[in-house]
């Protein structure tokens, strides 16, 4: 019997990520173990890794030195998965794992991705600009805000009268199986090409 590939999974929010990926482990469709879900700051999300009986390690993305902390708290794992976290990557981190960190973004990449570009603000600036297609991206995490080669896409229509509340729920539909089938690909071996 092979050994499943091993995952940390970092949030800062709700986790419905996580809870899709934790379901997923659960169910056998991704042949991994989550053996760590880091937290930068107190978050509802903790509870899923909590319930599930995975090691959660909250360090306050407020400590001055919370960079290092980040880097030395994590263990050897085959993928580190940004599930809505907040916090910048520090370079140290992205060096000791490179091409084993992906983050998952909620807009078409590169469009509407960088510093300040979260959460609602991000499908605000899709509708503000008169998009008629939204979706989600999964890339690796490289030293800028979204910047990574991106590895996978799914795509949403813009309907009239979206609201960003609206539009989210349909992104993030679609997100969580993007990054259930896309960590599926990831660990069965070779690399993937991007897109
Ligand atoms: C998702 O929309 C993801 O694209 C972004 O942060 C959000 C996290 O949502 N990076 P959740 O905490 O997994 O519910």
């Not at 980040?70 to 992205?94: Q, W, Y």
């Not at 009239?160 to 071996?189: C, M, N």
């Amino acid at each position: 019997m092979t050994t499943p590939k091993t995952l940390a999974v970092l949030i800062s929010g709700r986790g419905s990520n996580l809870a899709a990926l934790i379901a997923a482990v659960e169910d056998g469709r991704l042949p991994a173990r989550i053996v760590l879900v880091l937290a930068d700051r107190d978050c509802a999300g903790l509870e899923h890794a909590l319930n599930a009986g995975i090691p959660v390690q909250l360090i306050d993305r407020k400590l001055p030195d919370f960079g290092a902390r980040l880097t030395a708290a994590l263990p050897p794992v085959d993928f580190i998965v940004l599930a809505g976290f907040l916090s910048i990557i520090p370079p140290a981190l992205i060096r000791r794992f490179p091409q084993k960190i992906i983050n998952l973004h909620p807009s078409l990449l590169p469009k509407f991705g960088g510093p300040g570009m979260y959460g609602l603000r991000v499908h605000a600036a899709v509708l503000a600009a008169g998009e008629t297609e939204s979706g989600c991206s999964v890339h690796w995490v490289d030293e800028g805000v979204d910047t990574g080669a991106v590895i996978a896409q799914a795509r949403v229509p813009v309907q009239a009268g979206d609201s960003p509340e609206s539009l989210a729920a349909r992104v993030q539909a679609e997100e969580h199986e993007l990054l259930i089938r896309t960590l599926g690909r990831l660990l069965d071996g070779p690399p993937i090409a991007v897109l």
